[in-house]
């Protein structure tokens, strides 16, 4: 039963860090693209890719024949959809998530999270309309219309607003 | 420009950026994922634990309290002599 056990780990264990090998480099990508961060300055991509991975790793064994890439993402896309739903119900103004965009330095930098994930995830990872619709709980044309609205952004972004001015500070806090 | 052509050039941007590998990534998962592990395993043994012994109590209730023994009726007088 421990010999079992073991050799089991040993597999497991090998098959992983092969998959790592393999697939990490574009998992990396695609989660920095979803947290808008800089591609030499992504901890926060890190850490929900390190979290991702460790669940495919605790369910490697019970996969089944499921591909373990689609695992990963799909893990990636619900953390990610989680954490932004929470800092967004945090966000006390649009300030303040102005403010927080405004540090973003990626490509996808001027999209909203959900924006960002619906956008990676058709058009970088490719899954379908439905699939994407079905991971996130919204209709199949509230998907597509995201999805428009954030490619034109990306190839158009708005004008950067100005920086307030110092004696306007007053007023409008 | 039509929508496919939008999309390619969106698909262009967003591979553009191309971030390291994290060194630390593998072992960082593994880590996490083996505790994750422990965790899954030691909460399925104490289950098991709380069931067998939810189980032992029941059945040893039972043979004390023996709930399928009619009571004694302590309203009605025994019926006798009819």
Known sequence: MRARHAAQDVRRAKEFEAFVAGAGGRLTQTATLLTGEAPDGNPRARRLLTFALAHTYACWDRLHGEDPYDHARRHLAIRFADTAWHQYATWQHYAARDRARRRLAGPLAGLTPRERLILVLRLYEGVGEEQVAALLGLPTERVHAICDRATATVLHPPPAPSPPLPGTKAATT | ?82
């Open chain 2, 1 to 82: 420009m039509n929508r496919p052509e939008r999309e390619a050039a969106v698909r262009q941007i967003m591979e553009r950026s191309v971030p390291r590998l994290p060194p630390e990534l593998h072992t960082d998962a593994v880590r996490h994922g083996s505790r994750m592990l422990r965790r899954r395993t030691l909460a399925r043994r104490l289950m098991w634990l709380l069931l067998w012994a939810a189980a032992v109590a029941f059945a040893v209730w039972a043979m004390v309290a023996e709930p399928w023994v009619e009571p004694p009726s302590e309203t009605t007088p025994p019926l006798t002599d009819w």
